[in-house]
């Protein structure tokens, strides 16, 4: 019990102290020894280092040495805390530096730095972050230094490789042979228009969607918006990437998938297995189902993607094992989906509370679409500009990705000193919602804020929805073709509405978990949509 300290006697009350210090000596010397310590300690590390070394970014002080004490925050909401941070610099665009869970971070905010960090792939590295990743992942030490450390050589057969570039590096002009407009892109998309056409349909929805349909009658079916989307992208981006062997293995890896998805933001984070046990089992079973995948001979899978096989080929003739295949490709069936289903339901989400966008879009893309349900995909990439200012205002409302870099050696970032071994970080966010390049009322969806204006804003160093650099996301071509045609296909074939009882329901970011992309939306928000088939 502490005694009582004024009782009106002063005499008295210092006796009383000066008993309590007798009695608590060694405790009070020990809280008064670690203030003390806390103080000078943060005196020299947020008031004489910077002094001494005013090349390097300044950082935002904390309380707690070595660990920081903005971990907590960068959990909850990162985008509030970078904040905080910029205010507490003065908005001045310099870099500065965060420290959380023993991690420093410099934080670029500055559209021309950004360009600058892009550029440096000699001493700023993402490898460093594929090989974290893919060591997550389980990929053995093996597998990972012929990966990333083994030349293939110039004149060998399959795909070309002139400049005789490691797998790691290589898979890279993959990717790009894939995702880049030409044929291989036109038939990837293709397959993923025609699973639409055939599943965009009331009866067929009816037994896809039994599993989480909250009503459905001969009329209309209902089902939450942002699963009902995810679901659909998954299951398409399977189908175009892996044909249908997949689905004949596990016919619910979608549903495996997203579950992972919901926590993949632990793998970004390198959460214990003691921790992440749900994230791993899902994984697991992905992986378990490529095993299965891989062990049916090439020529009985049939209708999937160029790069599948072509990848699965470089993987044979580098003597990587079936595990580390299987684990490889659970990270390509990753990237097909995570970003492209997100982008579905927020560009609905913001047509269905914006209605008025509704009847622009299905005028707009009305003449894509013939008697017989041919749909003229050319007519969707060039021919709509309201549906195109949509998606690049979805984008910028809905990214919340951070580009990572580790600084492998010293390195000077706009006359700022950036030190081996800590990582870079390029918010998006920031990006997006500076008002000097977008004007005005960022936070609100207007994709008339594009209107003639698309070049100026989308090519420049504030745009930033797939990275940028070398390692800028090669499936930006494929995400907007797959999300444009969809959103355009549900519109002209169902009246859209969302239940009276969910006219207040709002979806909203998540900005506390980190992505490689788009943000989720908050964990338990969800819109239900009513679809009822238009009459012709
Ligand atoms: C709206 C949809 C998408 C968004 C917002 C998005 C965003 C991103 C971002 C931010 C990165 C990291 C770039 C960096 O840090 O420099 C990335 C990388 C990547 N994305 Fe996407 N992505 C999307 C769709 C796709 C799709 C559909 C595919 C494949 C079919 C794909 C394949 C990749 C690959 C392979 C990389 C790694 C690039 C590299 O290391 O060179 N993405 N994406």
């Known amino acids: 019990m502490l005694p009582q300290l004024w009782d009106g006697n002063q005499e008295g009350t210092l006796i009383t102290l000066a008993a309590f210090w007798q009695e608590h000596r060694t405790l009070l010397m020990g809280v008064l020894f670690l203030l003390a310590f806390l103080a000078l300690w943060r005196l020299w590390k947020f008031s004489f280092y910077p002094l001494l070394h005013p090349a390097e970014p300044?950082?935002?002080?904390?309380?707690?040495?070595?660990?920081?004490?903005?971990?907590?925050?960068?959990?909850?909401?990162?985008?509030?805390?970078?904040?905080?941070?910029?205010?507490?610099?003065?908005?001045?665009?310099?870099?500065?530096?965060?420290?959380?869970?023993?991690?420093?971070?410099?934080?670029?905010?500055?559209?021309?730095?950004?360009?600058?960090?892009?550029?440096?792939?000699?001493?700023?590295?993402?490898?460093?972050?594929?090989?974290?990743?893919?060591?997550?992942?389980?990929?053995?030490?093996?597998?990972?230094?012929?990966?990333?450390?083994?030349?293939?050589p110039r004149d060998k057969p399959g795909f070309p490789n002139p400049d005789g570039l490691a797998l790691g590096y290589f898979v890279r002009s993959m990717h790009h042979e894939q995702l880049f407009p030409g044929r291989k892109l036109d038939l990837l998309e293709q397959v993923m228009k025609d699973w639409f056409d055939q599943h965009l349909h009331l009866t067929t929805l009816r037994k896809?969607?039994?599993?989480?349909?909250?009503?459905?009658?001969?009329?209309?079916?209902?089902?939450?918006?942002?699963?009902?989307?995810?679901?659909?992208?998954?299951?398409?981006?399977?189908?175009?990437?892996?044909?249908?062997?997949?689905?004949?293995?596990?016919?619910?890896?979608?549903?495996?998938?997203?579950?992972?998805?919901?926590?993949?933001?632990?793998?970004?984070?390198?959460?214990?297995t003691v921790f992440s046990r749900t994230m791993h089992a899902a994984i697991g079973r992905m992986q378990g189902v490529f095993l299965q995948y891989f062990e049916v001979p090439q020529s009985e899978r049939c209708k999937d993607a160029w790069f599948t096989k072509a990848i699965e080929n470089e993987c044979?003739?580098?003597?990587?094992?079936?595990?580390?295949?299987?684990?490889?490709?659970?990270?390509?069936?990753?990237?097909?989906?995570?970003?492209?289903?997100?982008?579905?339901?927020?560009?609905?989400?913001?047509?269905?509370?914006?209605?008025?966008?509704i009847a622009t879009i299905r005028e707009e893309t009305k003449p894509a679409f013939g008697d017989n349900s041919a749909i003229n995909l050319d007519y969707i990439h060039n021919h709509c500009p309201r549906l195109e200012q949509c998606w690049f205002e979805t984008l910028r409302l809905s990214s919340n990705s951070a580009s990572a870099r580790v600084v492998t050696q010293d390195t000077v970032i706009g006359h700022h000193l950036m030190r081996k071994g800590n990582k870079i970080l390029i918010s998006y966010r920031f990006l997006h919602f500076n008002s000097a390049v977008f004007g005005d009322r960022v936070e609100l969806f207007l994709p008339e804020r594009f209107e003639g204006r698309v070049n100026v804003l989308t090519r420049g160093a504030s745009w930033r929805p797939f990275g940028g650099g070398k390692t800028m996301c090669p499936g930006h071509f494929i995400a907007k073709r797959e999300t444009l045609m969809f959103v355009a296909m549900v519109l002209q074939r169902f009246d859209l509405e969302t239940p009276p009882c969910q006219a207040q329901a709002i979806l909203e970011p998540d900005l506390g978990k980190p992505v490689l992309g788009l943000a989720d939306c908050k964990v338990g928000q969800e819109l239900l949509l009513r679809l009822t088939p238009r009459k012709s």
């Not at 097909?336 to 339901?345: D, E, Q």
């Open 58 to 152: 300044k950082e935002l002080p904390s309380w707690i040495p070595i660990l920081g004490y903005h971990g907590y925050s960068f959990f909850n909401n990162s985008h509030a805390l970078l904040s905080t941070a910029i205010a507490y610099f003065g908005n001045n665009g310099e870099p500065f530096a965060v420290t959380a869970f023993g991690a420093t971070f410099y934080v670029i905010t500055h559209p021309r730095q950004t360009v600058e960090v892009y550029k440096n792939t000699e001493s700023l590295s993402f490898e460093e972050f594929l090989v974290n990743l893919m060591k997550y992942f389980g990929l053995s030490k093996d597998t990972l230094e012929s990966v990333f450390h083994t030349p293939l």
């Open 208 to 272: 896809l969607c039994a599993p989480y349909s909250s009503s459905t009658n001969e009329h209309f079916i209902e089902v939450p918006l942002t699963k009902w989307c995810s679901e659909l992208f998954t299951r398409a981006g399977e189908v175009a990437y892996f044909g249908d062997t997949l689905q004949h293995i596990e016919p619910n890896m979608a549903t495996v998938f997203l579950q992972y998805d919901d926590l993949s933001w632990q793998v970004l984070y390198q959460y214990p």
């Open 316 to 357: 044979h003739a580098l003597g990587i094992n079936r595990q580390d295949m299987a684990r490889f490709m659970t990270t390509v069936y990753w990237v097909v989906s995570t970003n492209t289903r997100k982008a579905a339901f927020w560009l609905l989400y913001y047509i269905l509370k914006n209605p008025s966008w």
